[in-house]
């Protein structure tokens, strides 16, 4: 019995050594190139649009360093059955972290020139006005929603949160620069 347990003591510490090992990082340069081009693909998505490309390319260099640490492998990677659905998903991932991050990223979600577009801000802010908006925005965001998870939620949920959203653009924009803004909510019904 001894001898066993010694044996099997002995041939788990050879064991260790390659058992512990991770899969080392096999992907090329040419594999990652490849799939932060393919990150250009989710530039239109309203975070992602608004960013500058030094700005876009640090976003696809961490999406991509993420895709790679969880897919070492990068054959395996490129044939998964829903390989859209996760480059997709970490995409998303990254956008939810950055603003969890600093809040004040909120500007790439609501770019200067959609608010102006949208009546909620006046045109011609300098950059300190702007960053001073974006801030009194942020903090009405994060008094108003426990977590950046429960802001997205609120606005896919419910129309009335949208609009909650744009009364907290307008409380800023009023307080900051005197800009009035009135909000109409149009309610459908029907007659049946």
């Known amino acids: ?18 058992a512990c090992k991770q899969h080392p990082k ?20 309203v975070y992602l649009e608004d960013l500058s490309e030094s700005e876009f390319a640090l976003f696809a260099d ?16 490129v044939e998964l059955p829903g390989v859209e659905d996760t480059v997709e998903m970490v995409v998303v991932t990254s956008i939810v972290e950055e603003l969890n991050a600093d809040a004040r990223n909120m500007r790439h979600l609501y770019p200067y020139d959609y608010l102006v577009a949208e009546g909620i801000l ?8 702007q960053r ?37 653009e307008s409380r800023c924009a009023n307080e ?8 109409t909510e149009i309610v459908e019904t029907s007659n049946e």
């Open 176 to 183: 900051l620069f005197g800009w009035e803004v009135v909000i």
């Open 62 to 77: 961490g999406v991509a360093v993420d895709l790679e640490n969880s897919y070492p492998v990068y054959a395996e990677f």
């Open 122 to 129: 006046p045109t011609g802010l300098s950059r300190d006005q």
């Open 132 to 168: 001073a908006f974006y801030q009194c925005f942020a903090q009405q965001v994060n008094s108003t929603f426990r977590s950046m998870g429960s802001f997205f939620n609120a606005i896919l949920a419910d129309t009335t949160n949208t609009s909650q959203i744009a009364q907290m």
């Open 26 to 45: 096999q992907w090329n340069h040419d594999e990652r190139r490849a799939v932060r081009q393919a990150l250009n693909e989710y530039r239109q998505m």
């Open 1 to 18: 019995m001894k001898k066993i347990l010694l044996y099997l003591a002995i041939t788990g510490l050879f064991l260790l050594p390659t």
